[in-house]
């Protein structure tokens, strides 16, 4: 579904709405006791990736699309969005090391 922008002349006020292209004007926005108006925005489009050599097996790649599933087919990931795994059990402390620990600071501040 498209999101329209919102346009208040009174007050300046913008509001994007979120809606089918069935409903889009259907029971818009009021702003300073009338209703906004819709503006005609540019769509927001990125560049596509530059074409690459595979370092896995030579191929070209050539969009975002082909990168993803390039790099899900070799299992290889780039470096930098690596997932960083958190061990879940905590490793217990050998016993007593506490009590060294809270007298070595004891030690230091006498
Ligand atoms: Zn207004």
Redesign the pocket.
Known sequence: MPIYAMY??????EEDIYRSIAKMDDDLPK????T?QRRIVAPMISDDIQPYKSMCDGSWITSRSQHRAHLKQHKVIEVGNEKIQVPKKQVAAPAGLKDTLIRVANDKLK
Not at 8 to 13: A, F, K, L, R, V
Not at 31 to 34: D, F, K, L, M, V
């Open positions: 208040c002349h009174s007050c300046q006020h702003c300073c006791g009338s906004m």
